[in-house]
């Protein structure tokens, strides 16, 4: 299916709603456009959003695209996004408030800046190439899925989650499950033992101590640093 051009004038827009069987919707003044109900966007050969979207009760799909970009997503969506699946490498454009799921996993990301700060749902960053979680939600009410990345630190990541934290096949990983639980690793980041991908051995050590763990002769990945650099 070819793409039509993003944004074009009025006239167009109930040609391409139609196109993508989306009907009960509303053309707001500047032309985005409300939708009451579901909009699926679900492998439809996109390489951009065909129309700018408001806000959308429902859920809004565009996964298995090829999008580079995320402009034209709405501004609010009322259950689950996904955008998954695609060639991101932002998340510039995507929906501030999401009251269910939000889905980016599967694409390039670098970053979640740009992101919602707060998702009523899951939260999936999977399979990207993310350092670090700065600009990730804050609140996530499921679970956090941030696996198969290159993190190499949790800092950014969220403050409260009520599901499950998943962050392994990442570099930080290593660490993380020498801990029993998130908040026991989470508090030993404040010993400040990490530098890059090095710890200073001391100060890891008494992070450790105080968590009751015994240390380790060395961490996959990771080097020591004997003294405080």
Request: glycine share 10%; net charge negative.
């Amino acid at each position: 299916m070819k793409n039509l051009k993003i944004f074009e004038n009025f006239n167009n827009i109930d040609l391409i709603c139609s196109r993508y069987d989306i009907f009960d919707y509303s053309v707001n003044p500047d032309g985005t456009v409300d939708v009451d109900g579901n909009v699926n966007l679900y492998k439809k050969e996109l390489t951009k959003l065909p129309i700018k979207f408001g806000k959308v009760t429902g859920y809004f799909y565009c996964y298995n695209n090829q999008l580079t970009t995320l402009e034209g997503a709405p501004s609010e969506v009322g259950g689950e996004f996904d955008c998954s699946n695609n060639q991101l490498t932002s998340l510039l454009g995507s929906p501030k408030e999401v009251r269910d799921n939000f889905w980016c996993s599967n694409n390039q990301l670098t970053t979640l800046i740009f992101g919602p700060k707060e998702v009523g749902g899951v939260f999936n960053c999977a399979n990207n190439k993310l350092t670090s979680l700065e600009g990730g939600p804050s609140r996530v009410g499921g679970n956090y899925w941030c696996n198969n990345n290159n993190l190499i630190s949790l800092e950014g990541g969220p403050t409260y989650f009520s599901g499950q934290f998943d962050c392994d096949n990442n570099p930080i990983s290593q660490i993380y499950k020498l801990f029993p639980n998130h908040k026991s690793f989470m508090d030993s980041l404040d010993y400040d033992y990490l530098r890059g991908t090095s710890i200073i051995k001391w100060k890891f050590q008494e992070a450790l101590e105080e968590a009751g763990i015994e240390m380790p002769n060395k961490i996959k990945g990771w080097n020591w640093i004997q003294n405080n650099l």
